[in-house]
T-cell receptor, first 113, second 116 residues
Framework: GQNIDQPTEMTATEGAIVQINCTYQ??????LFWYQQHAGEAPTFLSY????GLEEKGRFSSFLSRSKGYSYLLLKELQMKDSASYLC??????????????FGKGTKLSVIP | DTGVSQDPRHKITKRGQNVTFRCDPI?????LYWYRQTLGQGPEFLTY????????KSRLLSDRFSAERPKGSFSTLEIQRTEQGDSAMYLC???FGAGGSQETQYFGPGTRLLVL
């Protein structure tokens, strides 16, 4: 099976840096996704990590440690529009015979002036 | 490419009524998924199609729920005899995949269902 744990809520100040953590347990690992979801809208793809290390993409970076079952999303130079839920998700492992994503409950980030 | 679209965006119905939602995936995507999301939770998987074949169904998909993708393009999700517990956001996603490859799922805007 698969299990994901994320903090429920975080608050950060405009212009600051925030790190959103995700820990997971899975019978087999096939990468990890991060999605952003604004209230009432669809999740939008942010990143996919399958190898250990940090991947940077503009103001957003995502880190993975497979040995620790741990990932984080790093948001720099926070803007008010970054206020959203951030969802960590696991795809099924190879051979599972499934294609569904398993999502965490999401971390609701509030950016304050 | 206009992305995944869903219709309607909002639906209010009375308990016991039937409702049907439509999803149009990204045109070249062969895989289509339905998820359900309630407030404060992440999306939960309901069912998956590869082309027109429904290959996976969650235990969440009771016999009141049925999904189709008749020509391997758009899909419909029908809920019969709706219950208040069916109130949720219903999300459709699509992806292009071949074999066992892992690909990104792209989500539509969702249909928000409220059962009174």
């Amino acid at each position: 099976g698969q299990n994901i744990d994320q903090p429920t809520e975080m608050t950060a100040t405009e212009g600051a840096i925030v790190q959103i953590n995700c820990t997971y347990q899975t019978s087999g690992f096939n990468g990890l996704f991060w999605y952003q979801q604004h209230a009432g809208e669809a999740p939008t793809f942010l990143s996919y990590n399958v190898l250990d290390g940090l991947e940077e993409k503009g103001r957003f970076s995502s880190f993975l440690s497979r040995s620790k079952g741990y990932s984080y999303l790093l948001l720099k130079e926070l803007q008010m529009k970054d206020s959203a839920s951030y969802l960590c998700a696991l795809p099924p492992y190879s051979g599972a015979g499934s294609y569904q994503l398993t999502f965490g409950k999401g971390t609701k980030l509030s950016v304050i002036p | 490419d206009t992305g995944v679209s869903q219709d309607p965006r909002h639906k209010i119905t009375k308990r016991g009524q039937n409702v049907t939602f439509r999803c149009d995936p990204i045109s070249e995507h062969n895989r289509l998924y339905w998820y359900r999301q309630t407030l404060g939770q992440g999306p939960e998987f309901l069912t998956y199609f590869q082309n027109e074949a429904q290959l996976e169904k969650s235990r969440l998909l009771s016999d009141r729920f049925s999904a189709e993708r008749p020509k391997g393009s758009f899909s419909t999700l029908e809920i019969q005899r709706t219950e208040q517990g069916d109130s949720a956001m219903y999300l459709c996603a699509s992806s292009f995949g071949a074999g066992g490859s892992q690909e990104t799922q792209y989500f539509g805007p969702g249909t928000r269902l409220l059962v009174l």
